[in-house]
């Protein structure tokens, strides 16, 4: 007797799924997405605005873009839609009108307390692989920033609390301190 096979979504699926349900496509694999906590949202506003004003201080080619903002990571691969909480795009060929097609810069991903898994590996593997340059995973639980630096030719790993001034690696100038979210 053959084994059921598991069915393989696409892009198409992804975009069949309706606006109020939150979803991201990984390698083939549809993972739902409860409503982010308030604290999740008061971070998530805190890093876009801080890098949103630092972009347009700058008057530079980037663009930051909050969840949900879709992103194929692979143009050649229609089994991958991410919806990264924040991501930079600094090559505007990659925009496109439903998100991003190809590696952000920069993604940060705020962890949710029912499937870390998903930011500190399935994603962390997805966005190495992708050629994303730089990808912090933010705890809200611990207060952890965990940096890595993927355009390296070893893989760069750095962990920050709250408290530390990061610097931004894709950026020659700028820093954020997540202190004021402890006021959370």
């Not at 998530?44 to 347009?56: A, D, V």
């Not at 700058?58 to 909480?85: M, R, S």
Request: hydrophobic share 35%; with cysteine; net charge negative.
């Amino acid at each position: 007797m053959a084994l059921a096979q598991e069915k393989i979504y696409t892009e198409e699926d992804y975009y069949a799924i309706p606006e109020d349900i939150r979803a991201e496509l990984m390698n083939g694999r549809i993972y739902y997405q409860a409503a982010p906590s308030r604290i999740h949202q008061e971070i998530l506003s805190f890093l876009h605005g801080s890098i949103y004003n630092y972009i347009h201080t700058k008057k530079g080619p980037c663009k930051v873009y909050p969840a949900p903002f879709a992103v194929k990571l692979f143009a050649d691969d229609d089994t991958t839609v991410v919806e990264p909480d924040i991501s930079v795009i600094c090559d505007p060929g990659k925009l496109t009108d439903r998100g991003c097609t190809g590696a952000p810069d920069w993604i940060i991903e705020i962890v949710s307390p029912g499937n870390p898994g998903n930011d500190y590996i399935r994603k962390l593997n997805l966005y190495l692989d992708a050629g994303v340059r730089e990808y912090w995973i933010v705890n809200p639980g611990n207060h952890t920033v965990f940096v890595y630096s993927l355009e390296k030719a070893t893989f760069e790993s750095i962990s920050h609390t709250f408290q530390d001034n990061i610097e931004v690696g894709i950026f020659d100038d700028f820093s954020i301190c997540l202190k004021e979210c402890t006021q959370i």
